[in-house]
C-alpha cells in the first residue's frame, strides 16, 4: 500500500513540472509554439529572456505551493493524530492521503485535457491542496507507523518499521527512474492516468486488506451510552443528531488536544527522555529540512 502511493507522487512529479512549465509558456505568457517547443526541447538558444520569464513564473508559484503543501497538513496532523490516538483508529489517517493524491492525480488530467483553458495556477492548486486538505505525507507517514506500533511486539517492532522503511526507501528512485521515461513514451495522460490506478489499487488494498488493530477503542467511548439505552439514539430529532456532529467536529478541532499532545511529547521522564526527544527532532528537521 505504501509503496502504491509513494511511487506515484514520484512518478507524476516530473510531468507535473513539465506541465507547469508548458502552461505557464504557452497559456499564461502566451508565447508562441516555436518558442515553447525549443524550450521544452531544452533548446534555449536565443530564447534566453524567455526562459527566465517562464522559470520566475513557475518560481513564484512554486513559493506559495510549497508553503501549502507543508503548511497545512503540519497543522492537520496535529488534530489527526490526538483523534486517532484517541479513538485507536488508524485505517482512516492512512487511507485520506491516498484519496488526496488520486483527486490531484484526476485533476491534472483535467487540466491537461483543458490545457489552454485552464492556467498555470490552476495546475498548482490541483497539485498543492487536495494533499494539503488530506494530510499528505505527513499524515501517512504518521498513520503507518503508529499502525505498526499497534500490531507488532516489542521483539519484532524494529524489523517491521524497517521494512516499512525499505519501501519507502525503494519506492522514491524507482519512481523517479520510471518518470522521465515514461513521461516521454506516453505523454501526460499516460503518466498521470498510471498514477491514478496505482492511487486506486492502494486505497482498495487498504480498505480490505489492512485491518484495524485489536481492541480498537471507539469514537468518544467515554461518552457513549450503554446498549439498553442506545437503541434510543434512532429517535432522536433531526436537530439532536447536528448538535451531536458539531459536537463532534468542535471536539475534533479542539486546542486542548494539541495541548495535550506537545504535554506527552515533551514530558519528563526517566534518562533525560525530554532531552532525547528534542535532540531527535533537532536532527530530523537538520538532516531532512535540507532535502526540501
Request: proline content about 4%; hydrophobic content about 45%.
Amino acid at each position: 500500500m505504501v509503496a502504491c502511493y509513494i511511487m506515484p507522487s514520484v512518478l507524476a512529479s516530473l510531468a507535473t513540472q513539465n506541465l507547469n512549465l508548458e502552461k505557464a509558456c504557452r497559456v499564461n505568457l502566451g508565447y508562441s509554439d516555436v518558442v515553447c517547443s525549443a524550450l521544452s526541447a531544452r533548446n534555449t538558444s536565443g530564447f534566453e529572456e524567455e526562459e527566465t520569464a517562464v522559470q520566475q513564473l513557475v518560481a513564484g508559484m512554486q513559493t506559495w505551493k510549497l508553503a501549502l503543501q507543508s503548511g497545512l497538513p503540519t497543522l492537520l496532523i496535529l488534530f489527526l493524530g490526538a483523534w486517532s490516538d484517541r479513538s485507536g483508529l488508524r485505517k482512516p489517517c492512512m487511507l485520506l492521503p491516498i484519496v488526496g493524491e488520486f483527486l490531484t492525480s484526476v485533476s491534472l488530467i483535467i487540466c491537461t485535457y483543458w490545457f489552454y483553458e485552464l492556467p498555470m495556477e490552476a495546475a498548482g492548486v490541483s497539485e498543492a491542496l487536495w494533499p494539503a486538505i488530506t494530510g499528505g505525507w505527513f499524515t501517512m507517514f504518521m498513520a503507518v507507523f503508529s499502525y505498526i506500533g499497534d500490531i507488532t511486539t516489542v521483539e519484532s517492532r524494529t524489523l517491521r518499521i524497517g521494512a516499512v522503511n525499505v519501501f519507502l526507501s525503494l519506492s522514491v528512485p524507482i519512481g523517479m527512474a520510471l518518470s522521465g521515461i515514461l513521461y516521454i513514451k506516453i505523454g501526460f495522460y499516460g503518466v498521470f492516468s498510471i498514477s491514478t490506478v496505482c492511487y486506486i489499487m492502494s486505497f482498495i488494498y487498504g480498505l480490505v486488506v489492512i485491518k484495524e488493530a485489536p481492541n480498537v477503542k471507539k469514537p468518544n467511548e467515554n461518552v457513549t451510552l450503554s446498549s439498553s439505552s442506545s437503541s434510543s439514539l434512532s429517535g432522536r430529532s433531526p436537530k439532536s443528531k447536528m448538535a451531536s456532529k458539531c459536537a463532534t467536529i468542535v471536539d475534533f478541532f479542539s486546542f486542548r488536544h494539541i495541548e495535550e499532545t506537545f504535554r506527552v511529547a515533551f514530558k519528563k521522564g526517566a534518562n533525560n527522555r525530554q532531552k532525547r526527544v528534542t535532540v531527535l527532532m533537532i536532527i530530523v528537521m537538520v538532516v531532512v529540512g535540507p532535502m526540501y
